[in-house]
């Protein structure tokens, strides 16, 4: 056997303040051979992008869905109406059932929380 480099694809990225402190946090879905991962970055001092949160979804196929009148596969809103933007991504499980993951900043463990994982 030989080493395989893991295979990644960025699907889409999305900037907003997830933060609810003025950063402009990037979020990017990323689809690899086994799963699809959400990757939060910050703007590094020098610079650069620093990754602060990595999530695994549960499902492992892309989905899209509609958010005010478009169709996206990856978005920041406000949802819950509390001014607080949550990261919104949708997928499909192996049944192919629908799942919109809704991921919010917990200011005390400094992670990205799931609060609900379909509507």
Same mark, same amino acid.
């Given at each position: 056997?030989?080493?395989?480099?893991?295979?990644?694809?960025?699907?889409?990225?999305?900037?907003?303040?997830?933060?609810?402190? /003025?950063?402009?946090?990037?979020? $990017?879905?990323?689809?690899?051979?086994?799963?699809?991962? *959400? @990757?939060?970055?910050? &703007? !590094?001092?020098?610079?650069?992008?620093?990754?602060?949160?990595?999530?695994?979804?549960?499902?492992?196929?892309?989905?899209?869905?509609?958010?005010? /009148?478009?169709?996206?596969?990856? $978005?920041?809103?406000?949802?819950?109406?509390?001014?607080? *933007? @949550?990261?919104?991504? &949708? !997928?499909?499980?192996?049944?192919?059932?629908?799942?919109?993951?809704?991921?919010?900043?917990?200011?005390?463990?400094?992670?990205?929380?799931?609060?609900?994982?379909?509507?």
């Amino acid at each position: 056997d030989y080493f395989m480099p893991e295979q990644r694809v960025l699907i889409s990225t999305v900037m907003g303040d997830v933060l609810g402190d /003025g950063t402009p946090v990037q979020v $990017a879905k990323i689809r690899t051979r086994d799963s699809l991962i *959400l @990757e939060v970055y910050i &703007p !590094a001092k020098d610079g650069s992008r620093l990754m602060i949160d990595r999530i695994v979804l549960d499902e492992k196929r892309d989905g899209y869905f509609t958010l005010n /009148g478009n169709l996206t596969n990856l $978005a920041i809103d406000d949802v819950d109406g509390d001014n607080q *933007l @949550e990261i919104l991504a &949708p !997928a499909f499980d192996q049944n192919l059932t629908a799942h919109l993951n809704v991921f919010k900043f917990d200011r005390s463990s400094k992670t990205f929380l799931k609060v609900t994982q379909a509507y």
